[in-house]
């Protein structure tokens, strides 16, 4: 389904301004809050001035918004002064619009205006004409949102809309949400039993069950693989640290926020949950005088770190308080620094694409955050920018630049995935760090006999293991490749003069590593068939009388179907070939 959800901006524009046109007409005491925009929408938060909207009320706004639009009233941008700005909104009481105006640099205010001034809202829309140019709209729900994100501020209540040029346009959005629905991995790993949250724990901390917990598993053991293949060296480092250790790398000041509250022991000592595991990893460089011979120093850690998280942002496996994720740094020299990161930019495309992900992006995060200003190193900062871009450029993609700022230790760039249904989900991130050997006075002995301070590389290939699981489950609507699966084969007896045979088949699959099981409940074989189907089973193989005549099996592929009788030592070959080769499709279809 190829729908880009990006290419109505005027639809969706136009249609929150003509929303908040209607909700000043149907609710006078209301104060409009500001529009914002997300991947599939637009959404208008507002101050209702203690009435209520639910759901059922939608359709009486999208009634009013729908006859704004086949009146083609006429829409154009206009400009005040800031003070004629702040004069209108006095009048009209509306202290959000006035809070946002002193925001606003210079001394323009842009606003829109529809029918000749009856409704004026901030803000400018490109290219609007006419009411007519919302197209078709349609107002889905409604949710509370803190304003501007502050808990600390008014909760205001949010109308969530989309709009198309096209009835037909919708329609497919709705069946691009259906299928949405039945790819959504809280969805699928709730059904297959793979994790749960629980708030007796705490929300955002994930729990894994066995068939999750094995996927995450095998996921390590696969990237540590091919960072030992690579020339990294394993570490493992506690999940909490002394108050010093981030005070003086810099994380305490500017990862507060997201750091779970420090820990007071009985002797005074402060200690705070890691949130990285790069501070951690530089001490073990300095822990011992290092040569330039030593250069690059590589090292990896499947490394448990744990952020704070607001409850708002918190979304199934995508938006953790605690995640794990395939930690690597790379201290290394000037003269090493450019080809590092391109070797690791490559050895990221090289992993993200056996699994079957080939439709990348890629964003530059080159701003410099403004407590970096202050550090004298815009040369360094500079440099590392001009090298990021050119290996992009190099392996044939072009960096999108993010309007954000980077971390406060260098600029970086980010690898999207785009999923087979156009989600983009960034995985993988690779940065420079400039800053990060200074604070900590991190040195090696040069060729001259002295001491100098070198730079470090932050990467991680597949990120948190939780969110790339969750990738994982959309893209292949829970049909992951053969050797994450845990159950990977489920015999089924006919009846139960078959279990025996299913017993002995399950006991050489056992003996080959090969975990499998057996279905002894008394449903009908097409009762089996159908709940196998549902736990997404990669294998359901059939055992009658006239398989263990031959001592074969009829084997169903999961997302495939019966591929028919064959003999089991065949079967079990096939299968074995596949999980060695950590082939991404079944070898027998």
């Known amino acids: 389904m190829n729908l880009l959800l990006s290419d109505y901006q005027l639809q969706r524009s136009t249609a929150a301004f003509l929303l908040g046109s209607v909700i000043v007409k149907m609710y006078p005491d209301a104060q409009l809050g500001s529009v914002g925009f997300t991947e599939e929408g637009f959404y208008y938060d507002i101050d209702l001035g203690g009435s209520d909207v639910s759901e059922y009320d939608l359709l009486s706004l999208e009634e009013e918004i729908n006859q704004l639009i086949q009146k083609a009233l006429i829409i154009r941008n206009i400009v ?5 700005a702040r004069e209108f909104f006095v009048v009209k009481e509306e202290a959000y619009k006035r809070e946002r105006i002193e925001e606003i640099k210079g001394n323009r205010v842009a606003f829109t205006s529809m029918d000749d001034g009856a409704f004026l809202d901030l803000g400018k829309i490109e290219g609007v004409k006419s009411s007519k140019d919302a197209g078709v709209v349609k107002l889905l729900s409604i949710s509370g949102a803190y304003w501007k994100g502050d808990e600390n501020r008014p909760m205001l209540t949010r109308i969530f809309g989309v709009a198309f040029p096209t009835q037909e346009e919708l329609e497919l959005y709705f069946a691009y949400k259906e299928e949405m629905a039945r790819r959504d991995h809280r969805v699928l790993a709730k059904r297959l039993n793979m994790y749960f949250s629980d708030q007796s724990v705490g929300a955002g901390l994930v729990i894994w069950q066995p068939r999750g917990a094995y996927i995450k598993q095998q996921l390590s053991r696969f ?21 010093v250790l981030f005070e003086h790398s810099g994380h305490l000041d500017y990862f507060k926020n997201k750091m779970y509250h420090g820990m007071k022991q009985p002797d005074n000592d402060q200690y705070y949950i890691k949130p990285m595991n790069c501070p951690m990893h530089l001490l073990v460089f300095g ?11 590589r090292v990896m850690e499947m490394g448990t770190v744990y952020r704070y998280e607001k409850h708002s942002e918190l979304q199934g496996l995508l938006k953790t308080r605690g995640f794990t994720q395939d930690d690597c740094h790379a201290v290394v020299a000037r003269e090493h620094f450019e080809s590092e990161l391109e070797s690791q930019f490559h050895l990221i495309l090289f992993v993200l694409r056996s699994f079957g992900l080939q439709d990348f992006e890629v964003v530059l995060h080159s701003k410099m955050p403004k407590k970096l200003q202050a550090e004298n190193v815009s040369g360094e900062w500079d440099l590392a920018v001009s090298v990021l871009k050119n290996l992009v450029r190099k392996a044939g993609y072009a960096a999108k630049e993010s309007s954000l700022p980077s971390m406060f230790y260098g600029p970086k760039i980010e690898v999207i995935v785009t999923d087979v249904v156009k989600r983009k989900r960034q995985v993988s991130s690779l940065q420079l760090d400039i800053l990060s050997t200074k604070k900590l006075e991190i040195t090696y002995t040069g060729k001259d006999g002295l001491q100098h301070t070198p730079f470090m590389i932050h990467r991680t290939i597949l990120g948190s293991f939780e969110r790339f699981i969750a990738i994982l489950l959309e893209h292949t609507a829970g049909i992951l490749p053969l050797w994450l699966q845990f159950e990977k084969i489920r015999f089924l007896p006919v009846n139960s003069k078959q279990e025996f045979y299913a017993e002995t088949l399950q006991k050489k699959c ?24 549902e736990d997404k089973i990669p294998y359901i193989v059939l055992v009658g009388e006239k398989e263990q005549k031959v001592e074969g099996v009829s084997v169903r592929v999961q997302g ?22 950590k082939s991404i499709k079944s070898l027998l279809v």
């Not at 005040?80 to 004629?84: A, I, S």
């Not at 822990?287 to 120093?297: A, H, Q, V």
């Not at 003996?511 to 709940?531: A, C, F, L, N, R």
């Not at 495939?560 to 080769?581: H, K, N, P, W, Y």
């Open 560 to 581: 495939t179907g019966d591929i028919g009788l064959m003999r089991f030592d065949s079967f079990l070959a096939s299968v074995q070939e596949e999980i060695a080769t």
């Open 223 to 243: 990237i540590t693989d091919i960072y030992l293949e690579n020339g990294f060296m394993p570490l493992d480092t506690p999940h909490i640290s002394s108050k």
């Open 80 to 84: 005040k002064t800031k003070d004629e």
């Open 510 to 533: 056992r003996e080959v590593g090969i975990h499998s099981t057996v279905d002894y409940s008394s449903e009908p074989i097409e009762g089996k068939i159908k709940q196998a189907e």
């Open 287 to 297: 822990n011992k005088t290092r040569s330039y011979r030593e250069l690059p120093w």
